[in-house]
Structure formats: structure tokens, C-alpha cells
């Protein structure tokens, strides 16, 4: 990964000190804190002018209660998957499996649903199948020193194989309690439920990542895996963790997603791969520069959500969301390096 989007240098001052671009402004005078101030909230005020602009532009269809309730309720779940991403990405590892696991976790799901299984079981099995996932991923990458880019896209590729074999590429959607869609559907106080999960979920990884002993250990086994080893932490140990950690938030996901739609969908995980990676590095130049942050990844994603369905709104055609998601991932890159680059003095 970039030095801007390395996590904080020094595993025993992280909370109190900040990164070295946070810290910036404080060293640097006015022309590092004008670039900083840009970089932590240009972001917000951008989210802002979208805001603004397609409301004055489409008035009757963009600014209303509908279509606040439609992107909320249905970016939910990825929010909730690139919530999940995150976590790899704060130690240096990336998951790129993470759609084909969402896929799999929403059929076994659905699959267990239609032959009759209870609900809470054939949602535990879902939770656990991406658990399962995960481990094996971690395995892989820590305890036989794999590339996690290697080794996720292996796995996102059999695990693709396996969910079109064992569906036919037909979506499942027989069987589904009609508990389980109509909490997919329903709302509370005019928000969808599904709002309300991610809600807690954004809570929990906030709360493990920042205010827990694990969550400042994976931002030190990001910044510098050797420094890490050498104060005592179990590198190996929190990778797999954090791999496990994102499978099961995944499987859960693929629950989420089964409610959502009604049923699963085999090809679900291509629609997913490249927004959620594109909102986890947008996140990361965002409120905290240079780390991946619950805020600035919820942020991310409801930012690119909202220009999309402008767009979808204004006429555009629906292969301009793909452009612009790999734009904004392409962007998100570029910018954090130019402006870590120009904070550093390097």
C-alpha cells in the first residue's frame, strides 16, 4: 500500500499523536493545513454540492423521502460488506473474494431456506460459511506467506465456480419465510431495517477498531509488520482474525442480502466487488487521511450511492455507474498519494 494510505507509524501512540498527516497542519504552517483541511473534508463538501446540485436539478424526483428510503435501504448491505473490507486493508491485505463470498453465503442461505431449514439456522450456516471462508484465507496468507491479492482472487474464482454449479446460475427464490422478506422490505419510523442493522454493525467495527487492544494492533501490523512482531504482537494470529472477522460479516451480509432480495442470486457478487473497494479507498482519504475509517467508509459509499442514483435520475445509462466507480476508485488512489506525498515533503 501508498505511505498515504499506511496506517498510523507507531503502535503505542496511535490514539494520542494521530498519522503523520493529521499531524501535519501542527508542523508544516498554512500551506500544509489549507492541503489538509482539503483532504479531510473535501469529500464532505463535494457530498454536499451532489446534494445541492441534483436537487436544484431534479426537484420533484431527486430530494425526496422515496428515493432517500431507496439508496439507504439498498446500500445497506454494501455498506455493511465494505465495513467488512476494511478490516484486511488496515493490517495490508487485501480481499478480493469478498463478492464471490457475499454470493455464496446469500445461496446457502436461500438454498437451506427452500428445503426447509429454520431460519436461524440457515442464517448461522451463512454466517459460518463466510467464517469458514475467511479462515481459509487467512490460513493461506499468514500461515503460508501467499500474496493476499493471489490468494483472494483464487478463492473469489472458486468460489464463483462452485455457486454457478450448484445453481445452475438460477436465482433461489422459493421457499423464503415471508419474516425474512418482509424485514428485508420493511421499515421503522419511515428508515428501512436494513439501515438500522448497519447501524449496529458500523457501531461494533467502529467500536473493535478504534477503542479495542485488536483494533490498534491491526493498524500496527499495517504500518510495519516487523516492528509489530518485535513488540510482542501475534502477527500471524491477527490476520487470520481479521480475515475470519470479515467472512463472517460477509456471510452475515449474504443473510441481509436474502432478505433484501427475496431470494439469492448467484451473479450478486460481480455488482459488488468493485463499489465496495471503490468506497474503501474513497473512505480512506477522507476525515482521518491515510486510514481506513468507519466514518470515512460509510461516507464513501453513501456519497458515490447518491451521485449514482442522480445520474440513474437524470436520464444517464446504467453503464455510467460502472465508470464512475472505477473512476472514483482510480481518483481516490491518486489523490491520497499526491497529497501524502506533498504533506511528507517527499
Same mark, same amino acid.
Given at each position: 500500500m501508498s505511505e498515504a494510505l499506511d496506517p498510523v507509524r507507531d503502535p503505542t501512540a496511535a490514539q494520542d499523536r494521530g498519522t503523520p498527516a493529521e499531524r501535519a497542519p501542527l508542523a508544516g504552517g498554512g500551506g500544509r493545513g489549507v492541503a489538509m483541511t482539503l483532504q479531510r473534508y473535501g469529500l464532505v463538501v463535494l457530498f454536499a454540492l451532489v446534494l445541492i446540485g441534483f436537487s436544484a436539478l431534479l426537484p420533484e424526483s431527486?430530494?425526496?423521502?422515496?428515493?432517500?428510503?431507496?439508496?439507504?435501504?439498498?446500500?445497506?448491505?454494501?455498506?455493511?460488506?465494505?465495513?467488512?473490507?476494511?478490516?484486511?486493508?488496515i493490517c495490508g491485505h487485501f480481499d478480493l473474494s469478498i463478492g464471490a463470498e457475499l454470493a455464496i453465503s446469500s445461496i446457502a442461505t436461500a438454498s437451506l431456506l427452500s428445503h426447509g431449514t429454520p431460519l436461524w439456522a440457515a442464517s448461522l450456516a451463512g454466517i459460518v460459511l463466510g467464517a469458514a471462508i475467511g479462515l481459509c484465507n487467512g490460513l493461506m496468507v499468514a500461515r503460508l506467506g501467499v500474496n493476499a491479492l493471489i490468494t483472494t482472487l483464487g478463492v473469489a474464482s472458486i468460489l464463483t465456480g462452485l455457486t454457478i454449479k450448484s445453481?445452475?446460475?438460477q436465482s433461489i427464490v422459493t421457499g423464503i419465510p415471508e419474516s425474512l422478506t418482509d424485514f428485508?422490505?420493511?421499515?421503522?419510523?419511515?428508515?428501512?431495517?436494513? /439501515?438500522? #442493522? &448497519?447501524?449496529?454493525?458500523? *457501531? =461494533?467495527?467502529?467500536?473493535?477498531?478504534?477503542?479495542?487492544?485488536?483494533?490498534?494492533?491491526?493498524h500496527a501490523v499495517g504500518a510495519n509488520p516487523i516492528a509489530a512482531r518485535l513488540v510482542?504482537?501475534?502477527?500471524?494470529?491477527?490476520?487470520?482474525?481479521?480475515?475470519?472477522?470479515?467472512?463472517?460479516?460477509?456471510?452475515?451480509?449474504?443473510?441481509?442480502?436474502?432478505?433484501?432480495?427475496g431470494g439469492g442470486n448467484p451473479q450478486i457478487g460481480v455488482a459488488f466487488? /468493485?463499489? #465496495? &473497494?471503490?468506497?474503501?479507498? *474513497? =473512505?480512506?482519504?477522507?476525515?482521518?487521511?491515510?486510514?481506513?475509517?468507519?466514518?470515512?467508509t460509510l461516507l464513501a459509499v453513501f456519497f458515490l450511492a447518491t451521485s449514482v442514483s442522480g445520474l440513474a435520475l437524470a436520464g444517464v445509462d446504467s453503464w455510467v455507474e460502472y465508470v464512475f466507480?472505477?473512476?472514483?476508485?482510480?481518483?481516490?488512489?491518486?489523490?491520497s498519494t499526491v497529497l501524502g506525498r506533498r504533506l511528507s515533503g517527499t
Amino acid at each position: 500500500m501508498s505511505e498515504a494510505l499506511d496506517p498510523v507509524r507507531d503502535p503505542t501512540a496511535a490514539q494520542d499523536r494521530g498519522t503523520p498527516a493529521e499531524r501535519a497542519p501542527l508542523a508544516g504552517g498554512g500551506g500544509r493545513g489549507v492541503a489538509m483541511t482539503l483532504q479531510r473534508y473535501g469529500l464532505v463538501v463535494l457530498f454536499a454540492l451532489v446534494l445541492i446540485g441534483f436537487s436544484a436539478l431534479l426537484p420533484e424526483s431527486f430530494p425526496t423521502a422515496a428515493n432517500f428510503r431507496n439508496i439507504t435501504a439498498s446500500q445497506s448491505v454494501l455498506a455493511i460488506v465494505t465495513l467488512a473490507a476494511i478490516i484486511p486493508l488496515i493490517c495490508g491485505h487485501f480481499d478480493l473474494s469478498i463478492g464471490a463470498e457475499l454470493a455464496i453465503s446469500s445461496i446457502a442461505t436461500a438454498s437451506l431456506l427452500s428445503h426447509g431449514t429454520p431460519l436461524w439456522a440457515a442464517s448461522l450456516a451463512g454466517i459460518v460459511l463466510g467464517a469458514a471462508i475467511g479462515l481459509c484465507n487467512g490460513l493461506m496468507v499468514a500461515r503460508l506467506g501467499v500474496n493476499a491479492l493471489i490468494t483472494t482472487l483464487g478463492v473469489a474464482s472458486i468460489l464463483t465456480g462452485l455457486t454457478i454449479k450448484s445453481t445452475d446460475g438460477q436465482s433461489i427464490v422459493t421457499g423464503i419465510p415471508e419474516s425474512l422478506t418482509d424485514f428485508g422490505s420493511g421499515a421503522w419510523f419511515g428508515l428501512p431495517h436494513t /439501515l438500522y #442493522v &448497519l447501524a449496529v454493525v458500523a *457501531l =461494533g467495527v467502529w467500536y473493535l477498531l478504534e477503542h479495542t487492544p485488536v483494533g490498534r494492533e491491526l493498524h500496527a501490523v499495517g504500518a510495519n509488520p516487523i516492528a509489530a512482531r518485535l513488540v510482542g504482537i501475534r502477527v500471524d494470529r491477527l490476520v487470520i482474525l481479521a480475515f475470519v472477522t470479515t467472512g463472517a460479516l460477509v456471510g452475515f451480509a449474504g443473510v441481509l442480502q436474502v432478505a433484501r432480495q427475496g431470494g439469492g442470486n448467484p451473479q450478486i457478487g460481480v455488482a459488488f466487488q /468493485l463499489p #465496495v &473497494l471503490s468506497s474503501a479507498f *474513497l =473512505g480512506a482519504t477522507t476525515i482521518h487521511p491515510g486510514r481506513f475509517t468507519v466514518p470515512g467508509t460509510l461516507l464513501a459509499v453513501f456519497f458515490l450511492a447518491t451521485s449514482v442514483s442522480g445520474l440513474a435520475l437524470a436520464g444517464v445509462d446504467s453503464w455510467v455507474e460502472y465508470v464512475f466507480n472505477g473512476a472514483a476508485l482510480i481518483i481516490a488512489v491518486v489523490v491520497s498519494t499526491v497529497l501524502g506525498r506533498r504533506l511528507s515533503g517527499t
